[in-house]
């Protein structure tokens, strides 16, 4: 009796073990691209933070919007 349960206990070990095996690991090289596209930056114009997403560049500078980016760096 002993000696089947320990037959038992193995083979649910096994099937634990090539389920584990099969199934697709999460990606984790995407997380740190999805984090860049979070990133705030700020308006070389008027100092307001946003998303990097949505950030106008002129000159190698970041700006909020067309018009601040027409204006360049402001005079903080």
Do not use: N, T
């Amino acid at each position: 009796m002993g000696k089947l349960l320990v037959l038992i206990a193995l083979i649910l070990v096994g099937v634990w073990l090539v389920r584990r095996a099969w199934r697709p690991s999460a990606p984790q090289a995407d997380a740190p691209s999805e984090k860049k596209s979070d990133e705030l930056v700020r308006c070389a114009q008027c100092a307001v933070l946003l998303p990097r997403a949505e950030a106008r560049m002129a000159g190698g500078v970041l700006y909020c919007s067309e018009e601040h980016a027409r204006l360049g760096p402001g005079a903080r």
